[in-house]
């Protein structure tokens, strides 16, 4: 499973801020902690100055160089994994409706699962004092400017891939996609009368088992015998010619009129 993931350096893009909720959710959690708000403005200009390098993410930990006018230096922000108690019963929500897993996939965080989450009191996105950072400028705050501005492109990352969010709270996308893909083992019930076995097969399980063989043939339906109806009664057979003609007649002399 992977358990780290790189992303290469950002150019310069001045002024650019997270544009998904969940994007600015994670900065505000880094910027409502900070005691600085000049600090956090210059980390804003590190973030769109293309100054700092390829940065690395993988369980609890995002990583990355700064290259500053006074030197380089190794910046790292922490965010607490999640227990594997809080994975389950974040997978049991993400389960629990299948538009879920669709949005992820969809590279979408829906609002609607992130409350889900907080009711079964787990933390998906980080609040203030969640993220703590380390670098060995010799600036006096935390987070300091080029944290702040990791932070910020860290966002950048996030409205692209929420996976980014996910791996930084103890899986990868291939281990989440995995886990959700068994569905678990229940354990068999008390047959219920008049039904035959119908439990629901995972999809998975589905295709990758042998194809049923075709059922038997149905037996040829019975043919019937045929029927001898009896003859009508009223006029002879022979006179339904002679009324034919009778009409056939009349219906010329009224065209001809």
Same mark, same amino acid.
């Given at each position: 499973?992977?358990?780290?993931?790189?992303?290469?350096?950002?150019?310069?893009?001045?002024?650019?801020?997270?544009? +998904?909720?969940?994007?600015?959710?994670?900065?505000?959690?880094?910027?409502?902690?900070?005691? *600085?708000?000049?600090? $956090?403005?210059?980390?804003?200009?590190?973030?769109?100055?293309?100054?700092?390098?390829?940065?690395?993410? +993988?369980?609890?930990?995002?990583?990355?160089?700064?290259?500053?006018?006074?030197?380089?230096?190794?910046?790292?922000? !922490?965010?607490?994994?999640?227990?594997?108690?809080?994975?389950?019963?974040?997978?049991?929500?993400?389960?629990?409706?299948?538009? !879920?897993?669709?949005? $992820?996939?969809?590279?979408?965080?829906?609002?609607?699962?992130?409350?889900?989450?907080?009711?079964?009191?787990?933390?998906? $996105?980080?609040?203030?004092?969640?993220?703590?950072?380390?670098?060995?400028?010799?600036?006096?705050?935390?987070?300091?400017? *080029?944290?702040?501005?990791?932070?910020?492109?860290?966002?950048?990352?996030?409205?692209?891939?929420?996976?980014?969010?996910?791996?930084? @709270?103890? @899986?990868?996308?291939?281990?989440?996609?995995?886990?959700?893909?068994?569905?678990?083992?229940?354990?068999?019930?008390?047959?219920?009368?008049?039904?035959?076995?119908?439990?629901?097969?995972?999809?998975?399980?589905?295709?990758?088992?042998?194809?049923?063989? $075709?059922?038997?043939?149905?037996?040829?339906?019975? @043919?019937?015998?045929?029927?001898?109806?009896?003859?009508?009664?009223?006029?002879?057979?022979?006179?339904?010619?002679?009324?034919?003609?009778?009409?056939?007649?009349?219906?010329?002399?009224?065209?001809?009129?």
């Amino acid at each position: 499973m992977t358990r780290a993931r790189g992303f290469p350096a950002f150019p310069p893009r001045p002024g650019r801020r997270g544009r +998904s909720w969940w994007a600015r959710a994670f900065v505000a959690a880094m910027e409502d902690a900070a005691l *600085h708000a000049t600090l $956090l403005r210059a980390g804003r200009r590190f973030a769109g100055s293309g100054r700092i390098g390829p940065i690395t993410v +993988s369980p609890g930990r995002i990583a990355a160089t700064v290259e500053d006018p006074d030197g380089s230096y190794d910046v790292v922000v !922490h965010l607490a994994e999640l227990t594997d108690a809080e994975w389950d019963r974040f997978l049991d929500q993400v389960r629990a409706e299948a538009g !879920h897993l669709a949005a $992820l996939l969809d590279r979408e965080v829906p609002r609607s699962l992130v409350r889900s989450a907080d009711a079964a009191d787990v933390a998906l $996105l980080p609040t203030i004092g969640d993220l703590e950072s380390e670098c060995d400028c010799p600036d006096i705050g935390d987070p300091c400017q *080029h944290a702040a501005g990791l932070c910020y492109q860290v966002a950048w990352l996030l409205d692209d891939d929420p996976f980014v969010l996910l791996l930084l @709270r103890g @899986r990868g996308a291939d281990e989440l996609l995995d886990v959700l893909g068994r569905e678990p083992v229940a354990a068999p019930g008390p047959p219920v009368p008049g039904r035959d076995v119908d439990r629901p097969v995972p999809a998975t399980a589905a295709y990758a088992a042998d194809p049923p063989g $075709l059922p038997a043939p149905l037996p040829a339906p019975a @043919r019937a015998t045929d029927q001898v109806f009896p003859a009508p009664p009223g006029l002879p057979s022979e006179a339904l010619a002679q009324l034919v003609n009778g009409a056939v007649a009349r219906a010329r002399a009224l065209l001809v009129e």
